[in-house]
């Protein structure tokens, strides 16, 4: 048989029909639901009688909009009624629900992976674009709009186009002190917002095999910001540990036999790509974004550039506009930009490894004056996990304040807002005008480099002060 | 969804490149649990200033473009967040077709569900049409059964997948089609013994 691709291998395994000039008919073995792209979804199917036909492969938590406040009481009235309307939508179709206080409350993104949820070889969707974290696992993980969720709940299936398929090879291995974050952020500076529009991308390489699964969900999350539908790597022994054990895993010789075709899953010796790009992992050194999109970004010890130095008018006038809106000079020094706010958090960058990251770097350290710093765990489990080995206690006796899970300041639906004109060192994924708030500026870097800028109130090049990865 | 056939409208320019859906449609108003009058919050920051007075050198806000119907834009149109807020918000705010060289994906299959036309054009024509609605008062007729763009001197035709200029023309429910696959479904279901 011809060596396939694990895209090729997931897709074929879905396939409910498939007709010439028409997308293919997909099965969707898992979808997240969240409380800001449902609720029209839920509408539409009470409009047309129509029910949830799989409630079972259905998950749903609040996450977007819910305080991230000690009592997490929900003051505004908007967002009260939004995640009342998921509670109801919910207990109607019958639809599990980490609610607010339940303790497997938190990121979409974060619980999935964290309940076992997700696994190789699913499909697997949810109403936002980060969805594409999921392909860590080897699952061909990709966000859709409400109407597609309204489709999903009623039939478990969507129409797709079979997409075009892109290696990203990541050849050697990572620096001392640069992380996945650094190197999902070097490609996406190195190719643009738009190179992987209409395909799926697969990670392979050295460096990629070397990331935990932790790491893994980093550079994957950010796949859309690179334009892809989704990214994955392909399973293997460290994608079956992380599983084993958690709630939705298979059990017992099931999980032995599951493992088998995981395995089997992962991308023939051979199989061709519609595309291949490589990079050398050694030369990503930490990053830092200047612009507005997420691939305006340099290394820590770059300049802010100069816009007329782009080969293009359009790229020149995109500069122009970004270092405008971002309140820089050309040629500025990275490590000078001082910085007002700082947030780890996300479904970048929120997990257990992440704070024990930043907990390494705050130690003993002071927040710098004027300074405020926020630590959102992605989900109540790793905001106990942290708890329990003691990092919100470095982190609060650092200036840091330690907050309950949720989306937060990533995109600033609830209070956590970057004021107006006020620059954030963040772990999220977005850097564009207003997503931290009307007139914030954001520069996205990796938890390390999130907290070492909260310490010094500017930028700091990280590797000064690691010892290990 | 509504069905859509010729369509003429009014064009507005929108002269910039990755324009992403938290600029279509920030965040703080998507908390509705409508799909309707999202329009009035159309690239509010751009529209509007901090004290939601209208940002007079912003296009939309520009007598010229009142009632625009058709926008233009360069590359990688809707990126970012997965949001149909942004195809609600354009649709209520009066757009019917959107024309640039590039989409976003998960945008561009947003706009298909709400029978909303994104249209793919080379950068080009992009240019050229641009170039002409910058003058003002510049109508284009879209026709979808033909695939052509008129307006003036400038006449294209355009390219869309079969698929979906069925469905977008007759205004199918997909949903209703798919219920009719329920057999395969169900099937699937049953050789994966779920
Ligand atoms: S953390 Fe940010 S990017 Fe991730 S799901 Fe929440 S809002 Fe979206």
Redesign the pocket.
């Known amino acids: 048989m011809k060596p396939r691709t694990i895209i090729e291998k997931i897709w074929d395994q879905h396939l409910i029909h498939r007709e010439n000039g028409k997308p293919d008919l997909l099965y969707i073995d898992l979808h997240l639901v969240?409380e800001v792209t449902s609720p029209q979804a839920f509408e539409g199917l009470r409009m047309n009688h129509r029910s949830v036909r799989r409630p079972e492969r259905t998950f749903a938590t609040v996450?977007?909009n819910v305080p991230t406040a000690q009592n997490r009481e929900t003051k505004d009235s908007i967002s009260k009624i939004q995640i009342e309307t998921l509670q109801k939508n919910c207990k109607d179709f019958g639809i599990e629900l980490a609610d607010i206080y339940s303790p497997h409350q938190g990121?979409?993104?974060v619980i999935g992976p964290e309940l076992g949820l997700t696994q190789p070889g699913k499909t697997i969707v949810c109403g936002?674009?980060?969805t594409s974290t999921h392909g860590a696992f080897g699952a061909i993980a990709f966000g859709i709009g409400t109407s597609e969720v309204e489709h999903v709940l009623a039939t478990q299936t969507l129409w797709q186009k079979r997409p075009k398929t892109m290696q990203i090879k990541v050849n050697g291995q990572l620096g001392i002190g640069v992380g996945a974050k650094d190197l999902i952020l070097a490609i996406i500076a190195k190719y643009g917002i738009s190179i992987g529009t209409g395909h799926i991308v697969e990670y392979t390489g050295e460096a990629i095999r070397r990331l935990s699964m932790e790491e893994r969900m980093t550079v994957c999350?950010m796949s859309i910001e690179a334009g892809a539908r989704a990214g994955l790597i392909s399973p293997d022994q460290t994608t079956v540990d992380y599983i084993k054990g958690r709630r939705f895993a298979p059990k017992g010789a099931v999980f032995e036999e599951t493992t088998r075709k995981w395995l089997e899953l992962a991308s023939d010796e051979g199989a061709s790509y519609d595309r291949t790009i490589e990079i050398d992992a050694s030369e990503i050194e930490p990053q830092v974004t200047w612009g507005t999109n997420p691939s305006m970004g340099a290394s820590i010890n770059d300049t802010v550039p100069d816009p007329e130095s782009f080969e293009s008018e359009e790229k020149r006038q995109a500069a122009r506009k970004a270092i405008t809106y971002m309140d820089l000079k050309p040629g500025t020094p990275i490590h000078d930009i001082p910085i007002d706010v700082v947030f780890i958090?996300?479904?970048?960058n929120?997990r257990i490894s992440d704070l024990r990251q930043a907990a390494q770097i705050a130690n003993g350290k002071h927040v710098h004056e004027g300074v405020r710093a926020l630590i959102v765990p992605g989900s109540y489990t790793i905001k106990k996990q942290a708890e329990a080995e003691g990092l919100d206690k470095v982190f609060k006796e650092a200036g840091f304040e330690w907050r309950e899970a949720g989306?937060?300041m990533?995109?600033a639906?609830n209070d956590d807002i970057v004021p107006s004109g006020k620059r954030c060192a963040s772990t999220?994924?977005?850097n564009f005008e207003g997503r931290q708030g009307t007139g914030s500026r954001t520069h996205l870097v990796s938890p390390a480099m999130a907290a070492a800028a909260a310490i010094h109130g500017h930028f700091a090049d990280i590797r000064e002060f690691a010892t290990t990865r | 969804m509504k069905a859509f056939q010729t369509f003429e409208g009014l064009v507005c320019p929108l002269d910039r490149t990755n324009v992403d859906t938290d600029q279509i449609i920030p965040k703080q108003f998507l908390k509705r649990v409508e799909r309707k009058g999202f329009g009035a919050c159309l690239f509010y920051n751009w529209r509007f200033d901090e004290k939601g007075n209208k940002k007079t050198d912003f296009i939309l806000n520009q007598p010229d473009y009142a009632g625009a119907s058709i926008l233009v834009a360069r590359d990688n149109f809707g990126c970012g967040?997965s949001r149909e807020h942004a195809p609600w918000a354009l649709q209520d705010y009066g757009f019917r077709v959107i024309i640039a060289p590039s989409f976003a994906d998960i945008f561009f299959n947003n706009c298909q569900k709400n029978g909303v036309l994104a249209i793919r054009l080379d950068e080009r024509k992009v240019e050229t049409l641009i170039g002409c609605a910058s003058q003002g008062a510049f109508h284009l007729t879209v026709n979808l059964a033909e695939q052509t763009l008129t307006g003036n001197e400038f006449k294209e035709k355009f390219d869309i997948d079969p698929y979906q200029k069925e469905l977008l023309i007759k205004g199918l429910d997909e949903i209703a089609i798919t219920l009719n696959y329920d057999n395969d479904i169900t099937a699937y279901e049953q050789r994966h013994a779920m």
């Open positions: 969240h996450d977007h990121i979409v993104h936002d674009s980060h999350n958090g996300s479904c970048t929120s989306c937060s990533c995109l639906m999220s994924n977005r | 967040s």
